[in-house]
């Protein structure tokens, strides 16, 4: 016995940048390394089984495939403590996306044909892992800040509960709110003639930082970026079923604009509708069931109009005949 807290990196579907960011925090941090020990993890032990039981596992990723399911199920019931890293695992993230299209149709874009013998078995949409077991700790982002998995697993290993954020992404952003003169909204991102140091939604573009759980230090708004939300909504958002994104947002808008949040709601949230496709309000939360349950969300919504956008599916069709080597295109 090490007399170190063992721990388990479980990857599920993902692109593998959470892990580099546990496999920093425990490279700059020699002092975790002598508080834990890597009992599974496949990109850095050779060990190819989960031990029947560990301290603290890390699961990172989205589920998207019965793999995924069974690993996720087993690191719950065999872990004293879970941690969910990242995006995709807390809500879907950019993973989520891949609910825009039918898994049989997917497959036959990519390899021309709805499935393979070899492949793994896709599940019938893509789900956040916290959506499907209990969890003890969600650290969000895309990827997740390295300090924020120090953080959390010092405090597990010190027997201490990691403290739990309470703001949004406009307490870390140094731009200045500023009243709404005209009311209107642009699409796309800022250009050059946006202003350095006026809040973005002062100035009519979408940006998601006044919804969105603080914690990343605001660099996208910094860098002259809007916020896309990858952090996951506030709190508040994600535990009142009559809050959602767009409502949230709206909201925030009209008392900027010098109106009544609750009277002129739907007029805000026509107005942003009218401009931007609800999809562009998920875009790391697309797979949540969270969100998809608010009776008066848009999620859903945002799934429905991007399986039927024209265009979205015309892509989808002439790739499914170059994969399948239809003459023609």
Sequence with gaps: MTGKLTLAVIPLSGCGGCE??????????EDLMERYEIVYWPLVVEETKLPEKVDVAIVEGLVRTRENLEALREARLRSRTLILLGSCAAWGGIGGSADSF????????????????????????????????????????????????????????????????????????????????????????????ADPKTCFLSQGYLCLGSVTTVGCGAPCTRHGVTCFGCGGPHIEIAERRDMDIVTALAKKVATLAGLDPANDLDKVVDMLLKVYEPRRFYVFTFASQVLRRKPHGYAVHALASTRRDPVFVKRLEERAHFASGEEGL
């Design 20 to 29: 580099v960011q546990v496999l920093r925090a425990l490279a700059l941090h």
């Design 102 to 193: 039918n898994p049989r149709l997917s497959m036959k874009a990519i390899y021309g044909r709805e499935g393979i013998e070899e492949s793994a078995e896709m599940l019938p949409r893509a789900y956040a892992a916290a959506d499907l077991v209990p969890v003890d700790y969600i650290i969000s982002r895309c990827p997740p800040p390295v300090e924020h998995v120090v953080l959390a697993l010092r405090a597990i290993a010190e027997g201490k509960k990691v403290p739990v954020a309470d703001s949004t992404v406009c307490s870390q952003c140094p731009r200045e709110i500023k009243p709404v003169e005209k009311l209107e909204f642009k699409p796309g991102l800022p250009g050059p003639n």
